[in-house]
């Protein structure tokens, strides 16, 4: 009996092996006549019993299913031609995963595209599922789950992005590039040929010369400041903040952590602690000048007059071509003609006392005069405009006024 029993297993095996290779024949001439819902359909009868599949034809199966999938469903053909790597690598023989290597590539090729389109278009929610999907395709390539963080918050969903901006985090990622650049012979300026293969043609036909390269920069700090960002537009600027104070420790000398750290004190309205940021700041990059101009904006907001004056003309010295520290240095000037107008107001019936007033307001504006014309030179604006125009009528001065009052009407279209 038992030996029946032993046999009739056996065929019972024998059975279940034929048609499993019938079947996977099936789905095979179904793929050469370019039959996929057929081919997608007998592999579905496949799949309910894929841990019982013979060994022998188990890499064809996987072979045949991320074909029968391909572009209708990417996620299950990628997983098919993943578990046929596997597979075939854990048992020595490579047969079906040099022909699937060349498929799964024009997959991720095919997704990854589809997701830079849809990014293109404003399609963001469908860009981040294609950018996603193409990292998961291809986890070397984590500049997609870059793109996927970036696009989700694009889509408004801050808690998407900060999850795959984590996950750079995670996995230690700098997106730093090496950027390959070359002279153009025929305008002698460096451009930026992409790859290096690309270069060294361009070179060897002639085109270009003098090859150099360089790294991109790190994009650790950034995706640290997207996570704030992200917090922000949740409405919890407090976990930016925590965020990038944590960073800053690892990293306290990092300008652009501090900067990040300063911009969410000001969505939280604690002007105090982004002026002690600010303060640090400098210490860290002495040279800069959009440093010193935001610590003279910080102080021209809190009525500190001559500190702002300061903090201005030191940015104006490191960089004499400032047009909004001329523009704001001037005006904090400028701000001091309010004391003096009130107490003009209280005096209109002491004539003297008026006149010494009025001398005071003329000499304010005079100062300030010198710093809103470069501004002006620099960029005009119909702010530049309308300040010179106050100051010159304060100061009398007639035919400076009279040439420049058409011009201010023509800016605000009148």
Known sequence: MKKQLLALTIGLLSVASFAQKNELKAVEKALKKGQFKEAKATIATLE?????????????????????????NIKKAADAYQNLFDFEKESGKL????LAQPKL?????????????????????QATNNFYLTYKLSPTDTAFLYNAAMSSAAAKDYNLSIKYYKQLQDINYTGITTQYFAVNKATNKVENLGSKANRDAMIKFGKYNKPTEKNSKSKKSEIIKNIGYNYVNLGKPELAVEALAEARKSDPKNINLLL??????????????????????????????????????????????EEAIGFYKKAIELDPDYGDAYLNLG???????????????ENLSNEKKYNELEGV???????????????????????T??????????????????????VYKKMKGQ
Do not use: H
């Not at 309910?48 to 209708?72: M, R, V």
């Not at 047969?95 to 040099?98: D, E, F, L, R, V």
């Not at 307001?361 to 702010?383: H, N, S, W």
């Open 105 to 125: 590539n024009d997959l991720i090729q095919f997704v990854s595209k589809k997701a830079v389109e849809q990014y293109g278009n404003k399609n963001y929610k």
């Open 361 to 383: 307001l003329k000499t304010i504006c005079k100062d300030a005069l010198p710093y809103i014309v470069k501004a002006d030179e620099i960029k005009r604006t119909e702010g």
């Open 95 to 98: 047969k079906y995963t040099k």
């Open 48 to 72: 309910g019993s894929e841990d019982s599949i013979e060994p022998k034809y188990k890499a064809k199966y996987y072979f045949l299913k991320g074909q029968a999938y391909g572009k209708s």
């Open 385 to 406: 405009v309308g300040t010179l125009l106050n100051i010159y009528d304060t100061l009398e001065m007639e035919s400076e006024a009279d040439a420049l009052r058409p």
């Open 260 to 305: 990040n750290e300063a911009q969410m004190y000001i969505e939280l309205k604690q002007m105090d602690k982004f002026a002690v940021l600010m303060e640090e700041a400098v210490k860290i990059d002495p040279t800069n000048p959009n440093l010193f101009f935001n610590l003279g904006v910080v102080n021209a907001n809190e009525n500190k007059i």
């Open 331 to 345: 005006v904090v000037i400028l701000n001091k003609r309010i004391a003096v107008v009130n107490e003009m107001n």
